[in-house]
């Protein structure tokens, strides 16, 4: 009684986090094996998760409307489903170091990412897609880039990353964010 929901809180957020990161991890694993997968195993699959991420995002929809304690933790991690459903990030690892707010190993993967583009471990379309999301995730989480890191992010942003940068700056209350992120998960689904 004593802790009016603080314990309970914190093991819910604790919770939440790991349904999170277990799902961002199956999707992770999906992408490592999927050169071992059929085509349809592996769409299957990716669907699967994807519907998955969906109920955990109505899930938290239902929080959000009915605990404003939990509201600005759960934001974040609405952000970062946001972000996997309508596939703006498409590396896990982002993902999950956007919805856990780690500016500092962003940008350690930031760097890591053009060391392997240099040395040739990682083709340049990947790179390029990897940097981009990742920036703009430091940006969403309130980093400032550099001027060329701005440039480049201009430069190089898929459309699906610039509508994800435009509601989630553009929509401050999360439930707009939510609202603009079901319409798009609806429109995937057509």
Same mark, same amino acid.
């Given at each position: $009684?004593?802790?009016?929901?603080?314990?309970?809180?914190?093991?819910?957020?604790?919770?939440?986090?790991?349904?999170?990161?277990?799902?961002?991890?199956?999707?992770?694993?999906?992408?490592?094996?999927r050169?071992?997968?059929e %085509? *349809?195993?592996? %769409? *299957?699959? &990716?669907?699967?998760?994807?519907?998955?991420?969906?109920e955990?995002?109505?899930?938290?929809? /239902?929080?959000?409307? =009915?605990?404003?304690?939990?509201?600005d933790?759960?934001?974040?991690?609405q952000?970062?489903?946001?972000?996997a459903? !309508?596939?703006?990030? /498409?590396? +896990?690892?982002?993902?999950?170091?956007?919805?856990?707010?780690? +500016? =500092?190993?962003?940008?350690?993967?930031?760097? %890591?990412?053009?060391?392997?583009?240099?040395?040739?471990?990682?083709?340049?379309? $990947?790179?390029?897609?990897?940097?981009?999301?990742?920036?703009?995730?430091?940006?969403?989480l309130?980093?400032t880039?550099?001027p060329?890191?701005?440039?480049?992010?201009?430069?190089?942003?898929?459309? !699906?990353?610039?509508?994800?940068?435009?509601?989630?700056? *553009?929509?401050?209350?999360?439930?707009?964010?939510? *609202?603009?992120?079901?319409?798009q998960? &609806?429109?995937?689904?057509?």
């Amino acid at each position: $009684m004593a802790s009016r929901g603080t314990q309970e809180n914190t093991k819910l957020r604790q919770n939440l986090e790991e349904q999170l990161d277990r799902l961002v991890q199956q999707l992770a694993d999906l992408e490592e094996c999927r050169e071992d997968l059929e %085509e *349809e195993e592996y %769409e *299957e699959t &990716k669907n699967e998760t994807i519907d998955q991420l969906k109920e955990f995002k109505d899930s938290l929809d /239902k929080m959000t409307k =009915g605990n404003v304690s939990l509201v600005d933790e759960l934001n974040g991690m609405q952000l970062a489903i946001q972000a996997a459903i !309508s596939q703006a990030f /498409k590396t +896990p690892e982002v993902i999950r170091l956007f919805a856990k707010k780690q +500016p =500092g190993q962003l940008r350690q993967r930031l760097s %890591e990412v053009k060391r392997d583009e240099k040395i040739g471990k990682l083709q340049s379309a $990947m790179a390029t897609a990897q940097c981009v999301e990742i920036l703009t995730a430091l940006k969403k989480l309130g980093e400032t880039l550099s001027p060329e890191e701005e440039m480049y992010l201009q430069n190089n942003s898929s459309a !699906s990353l610039k509508q994800f940068e435009q509601v989630s700056s *553009e929509l401050a209350a999360g439930d707009k964010v939510l *609202e603009v992120a079901g319409s798009q998960v &609806k429109d995937a689904d057509r």
